[in-house]
């Protein structure tokens, strides 16, 4: 399977600021990533698709200028939470798609 | 986005007991997928199931995917204190980016 890596693990920051987190595929190049936010005791939503070289594709009811998506390059996308709040606390996790897909092992946001 | 039904929502069992967990969907998919997520970790996967009425055996974890293809069921042998988790499963209908719809999960919990 692909090997996902994500950076931070953990990070925590004050109301107002902008977080970014990335996602690498660290075992083959990955035109499309996804990015997951996971609340406690529930399941995984999609947030976003992130394709190389072109804009990310976002589901419905997610605000795209808030949490912006760069990929860049066929090993990297980032996700950077703008502006924070509370209530975007959460587990964030990626993934890619190989012949099935594979999670990144997630950052925990923390905004105070 | 869509979400499948997942139960049981919770189990409480001894060590060396059978676990049994399902899936269901009102809609068919051509792929399912079982991953377990630990906690502050992403999913992992654990099984994927790509035809009609397969069975698929990893270790002592058997999956199946249903004749209907709404619905698959994950059993776990023997049970063992490391299989605490969260078991998820996921469908998958084609090859489109954003086509993984998961479970509501099923926390699994084993006494010693």
């Known amino acids: 399977g692909a090997v996902v890596s994500q950076h931070p693990s953990w990070v925590i920051c004050k109301s107002g600021t902008s977080v970014k987190i990335e996602c690498r595929s660290l075992?083959?190049?990955?035109?499309?990533m996804f990015w997951y936010r996971q609340f406690p005791k529930q399941s995984l939503m999609l947030m976003a698709t992130?394709?190389?070289?072109?804009?990310?594709?976002?589901e419905q009811g997610v605000e795209k200028d808030k949490f912006l998506i760069n990929h860049a390059s066929l090993t990297l996308s980032t996700l950077t939470v703008t502006s924070a709040h509370p209530e975007d606390s959460s587990f964030y996790i990626c993934?890619?798609?190989?012949?099935?897909?594979?999670f990144g092992p997630g950052t925990r946001l923390t905004v105070l | 986005g869509q979400q499948l039904n997942q139960s049981p929502q919770s189990m409480f069992i001894q060590e060396g007991e059978d676990v049994s967990m399902n899936c269901t969907s009102s809609?068919?998919?051509?792929?399912w997928l079982w991953y377990k997520q630990d906690p502050g970790e992403g999913p992992v996967l654990l099984i994927a199931?790509?035809?009609?009425?397969e069975l698929t055996s990893n270790g002592r974890l058997t999956a199946q995917f249903g004749i209907t293809r709404k619905d698959s069921f994950l059993n776990i042998s023997a049970s063992i204190p490391s299989d605490v988790g969260i078991y998820f499963c996921?469908?998958?209908?084609?090859?489109?980016?954003?086509?993984?719809?998961f479970g509501t999960g099923t926390r699994l919990t084993v006494i010693p």
């Open positions: 075992d083959f190049q990955a035109t499309t």
């Open positions: 199931l790509y035809k009609a009425g």
């Open positions: 992130s394709n190389e070289g072109s804009k990310a594709t976002y």
């Open positions: 993934s890619v798609r190989w012949d099935t897909q594979y």
């Open positions: 809609s068919i998919f051509n792929t």
């Open positions: 996921a469908g998958q209908r084609g090859t489109g980016a954003n086509n993984l719809f």
